[in-house]
């Protein structure tokens, strides 16, 4: 029976909340919006219907704090509740108590979230439906257990030392030799113990070179299930995603349809009924791929998908959530376009610290073929202890070099913002680099060419000179002419 929507709360501020909102007001749904001390004027709040403030900016008392969310959502008088893509979208304990509170919750079931935080389950899934799994050893007590593993399992360093309870998180520490193995194992205890309560760690094989690739899925809860294709997210600082492109360049059309059905076998084995993503590793000397780790609800690179196969992600997990049917079959998905996504973040681009302050000039891209979801306007405050995603900037094109030919004008040429650093050199730099325009790259990338990276993108423009003169002249009416003059 179907559930009718009639109000949503967005437990997520910025970026993720102003997408959300997008899908709502298309379907003509109220949305809530919750602000903290710390940001009563953000752009995510005017955007909303309404708006209740949670207090603190403290993830045990504000954002992530479970009992101020649903209270504010009982208060606005929403019956249902969705929980953006940070934290909260992963966990099934906020999602119970939402479900409890009598509120719709905007995402998979229950079981689904619990299995994609549990790596060994969702890794022994995956090997049920046949789908390669990363050889790993979960919570080791001691060197020896390790070194019986390799020796049993014929694997050489280095290998990768990461969180039990992490669900496959990208924080992990490679290890090169058998001297830094010790050392990694209780730094990465140390930090379990900090993000995950748990000090049980996991040891892997590592794959140089790997690629990362992510199928995207959909379902309800009528049992049907397909995949929208697949992104790569192989660039990266760190943990921090940089750009994204779909469909990946790493992978042949038989490679692609192999990837893409057993993320859709794995979906059906847990029982997906909303949106969600299946991560893969891929080893390209190998043509290998293995299962890396489940993504429940919303990704931020969904809009790739999105313009690749004009289909409304957010808008399909609202319908689910209502309790309807997917509206196509999987034949009926073919992706038209190739796309390409830049996250522009508030940091320095050579030492990506981050970078606070109020923007005071905001032109944003615009144009053929160019999507950009902002979470922040001119005038806005960017503040250290907030999330450094200003916008996401997405280009399209009939090939992938179209697609790279409209993000090099969106950088270079479209986009401004002042008041405070951002990454858009570094990554205007990296759309015009020869191996990533050959899609010749791995997660190295970045480290490897990061002095040329931004030396490509000092390009000087007429548009560069114009604004240096207009601000001379402005300056010389108010302080009058320079002493040189």
Not at 28 to 48: C, E, F, G, K, N
Not at 95 to 113: S, T
Not at 339 to 363: E, H, V
Request: hydrophobic share 40%; glycine share 8%.
């Amino acid at each position: 029976m179907l559930k009718i929507i009639k109000k949503v709360l967005i437990a997520d501020r910025g970026l993720p909340a102003v997408r959300i909102m997008y899908a709502c007001r298309d379907r003509r749904i109220p949305t809530v919006a919750v602000y903290s001390d710390q940001d009563p004027l953000a752009h995510h709040v005017h955007m909303a219907d309404k708006a209740v403030s949670i207090g603190e900016a403290l993830p045990e008392a504000g954002y992530m704090g479970h009992e101020k969310l649903i209270e504010a959502a009982l208060k606005s008088g929403a019956d249902a509740l969705h929980p953006g893509w940070g934290l909260l979208s992963k966990d099934s304990d906020f999602a119970k108590k939402v479900l409890d509170a009598g509120l719709v919750w905007i995402g998979p079931r229950l079981e689904a979230i619990r299995i994609a935080g549990d790596h060994t389950e969702a890794s022994r899934l995956a090997d049920k439906v046949n789908i390669p799994v990363l050889h790993s050893l979960m919570r080791p007590q001691d060197l020896g257990q390790i070194q019986q593993w390799m020796e049993a399992e014929k694997i050489n360093f280095p290998v990768q030392v990461r969180a039990a309870a992490s669900g496959g998180s990208d924080e992990a520490i490679r290890v090169e030799s058998e001297a830094e193995l010790a050392s990694a194992m209780d730094k990465m205890r140390e930090e379990a113990i900090k993000s995950f309560w748990d000090e049980g760690i996991l040891v892997e094989r590592c794959i140089d070179q790997a690629r990362r690739i992510e199928v995207q899925i959909v379902a309800d809860c009528h049992g049907h299930c397909v995949h929208l294709y697949e992104r790569e997210s192989t660039l990266r600082h760190g943990a921090q995603k940089i750009i994204e492109e779909a469909l990946s360049p790493s992978l042949d059309q038989n490679l692609r349809q192999e990837i893409c059905a057993a993320a859709v076998h794995l979906a059906c084995e847990i029982g997906y009924d909303s949106a969600g993503t299946i991560e893969f590793l891929f080893d390209p000397a190998a043509k290998q791929y293995y299962f890396f780790k489940i993504h429940p609800g919303l990704q931020g690179g969904h809009g790739l998908t999105e313009l690749t196969t004009s289909v409304d992600i957010v808008g399909l997990m609202l319908d689910a959530a209502q309790g309807g049917e997917l509206p196509f079959k999987q034949q009926d998905v073919h992706p038209s376009r190739r796309a390409l996504l830049s996250r522009l973040y508030a940091q320095d681009p050579q030492t990506f610290a981050l970078s606070s302050g109020k923007i005071t000039r905001l032109l944003m891209p615009m144009g053929p073929n160019v999507r950009v979801t902002a979470g922040v306007s001119e005038g806005s405050d960017v503040g250290l202890d907030e999330e450094s995603l200003l916008m996401l900037i997405m280009t399209s094109g009939v090939d992938r070099l179209e697609a790279i030919r409209v993000m090099d004008r969106a950088l270079g040429r479209d986009l401004r913002v002042e008041g405070v650093q951002t990454l858009a050199p570094l990554l205007l730099g990296m759309v015009r680099h020869p191996a990533f325009i050959q899609g010749d790259y791995s997660s190295r990338f970045i480290d490897e060419h990061m002095e040329e990276l931004l030396s490509t993108s000092m390009e000087r423009t007429n548009e560069d000179e114009v604004l240096k003169i207009a601000q001379y002249v402005a300056e010389a009416s108010v302080l009058g002419p320079a002493k040189w003059v």
